[in-house]
């Protein structure tokens, strides 16, 4: 009999996953949930008969980490990178969003496990982190999360830390930083805390003071209440259009923004959501975040069925590191290339968020004048509760020539 899966979500058994020869698989959702559930993405409709090898493996394997990181949680546990349904049975118990996938046979545990750990053997793991990714291969430990870069599902419950044990529900990431690139944890805390004062909407993030550092992120798809840690359902864009996540570039044949907004039709309050997606590229030209793909967007789905643009996260100042930041993930107005931005290309990409005209260069105006005073501001603060940075103030100067450039572009 081919090998089984429970998808399970909240307890209910949403489907199954069924293994097709020796590493590919389908996906079938359960009758039941058919009944009162809702589709776990947009790129798996409701249907009775089960999903096609590559929809199946779309969705699922952008569960998955990826590259160096894929490669390292593979010689962990003892499986092939290329085999996604055992990946998934081996560490896929906590995810991003809220599917818990299981060996057939087991149920998601009624009352979730946590094991306490202090902020010395916390910092001890986050040193780890390079060579065992995801606790990949420790008894207990079924953690999963998408991308290419390091790391951790953590609790934090009030003033203490846990790790999730057998699929329990994680609340924060932890990442450590990049190896040969200086000040990544300052740069992409200092980022994200810009962003929040900027008004995107974004989670909350912090340096934690174990030793080494560590940056960390509440997890927006986990909700604490009374009765423990709730998870949200969520899917990145490449989940939801059905891509894999080799295609997260447009140049490799990923979406591009205007793949992007027609999504956003699917949600709640599309109108709102396509301003918030524009107002995020705006942000991200101007802090030089030019890896902002396809997997960096994602759709929350708070109150199903239908979703909302879920809050932003892996922010961070490419422009800062030589040779990191000459080509944007994806076009904006028809051109990857930063530097060759104008007016003309922002009123593109306006045409294609469906914006006014007006409305896009009010937006462009008021942050190209207005975030290099917010850098100043943050960066003083940021540094006096975090300590003295080199990172921090080559990003504040990089915002302020990068605001300028297009203020003056948008004045031609």
Known sequence: MP????????????GTLTRSGKVHMTFAYDPEWIESGFPLSLSLPFQEKAFPREATKAFFDNLLPEQRIRALVSKQIQISGN??????????????GALTILPE???????????????????????QLPRRPLLAG???FRLSLAGAQNKLPIARLGDKFLLPVDGAASTHILKPAIDDLEGT???????????????RKVPEAEILDTYPRAYMVRRYDRVVEETGVRRLHQEDFCQALGLPAALKYQNDGGPGFKQCFELLDHCRQPDEDRRALFAMAVFNHLIGNTDAHAKNFSLLYANPPQPDLA??????????????????????????DPAFIRKRHWLRLADEAGLPEAEALSLLAHDTQMLPIMAEIVAEEF????GKSRIVPKIVEFIRARCQQVADRLAD
């Open 185 to 199: 944890i300052e740069n992409e805390a200092f980022c994200m805390t810009l962003a929040a004062v900027a008004g």
């Open 105 to 127: 046979g087991d149920r998601p545990a009624t009352r979730p496990d946590y094991a306490p750990i202090g902020k010395e053997a916390l910092g001890e793991l986050i040193a």
């Open 383 to 386: 540094q006096s509760h975090y």
């Open 138 to 140: 420790e008894d207990g």
């Open 311 to 336: 809050p932003f996260y892996d922010l961070m100042c490419l422009g800062v590191y030589p040779g990191m930041a000459e080509k944007n993930a994806m076009k904006i107005g028809g051109s990857y």
């Open 3 to 14: 090998g089984q899966l429970g998808v399970w979500f909240e307890g209910r058994r949403a």
């Open 83 to 96: 085999n996604t349904f055992g990946f998934l049975e081996t560490i896929g118990g906590e995810c991003a």
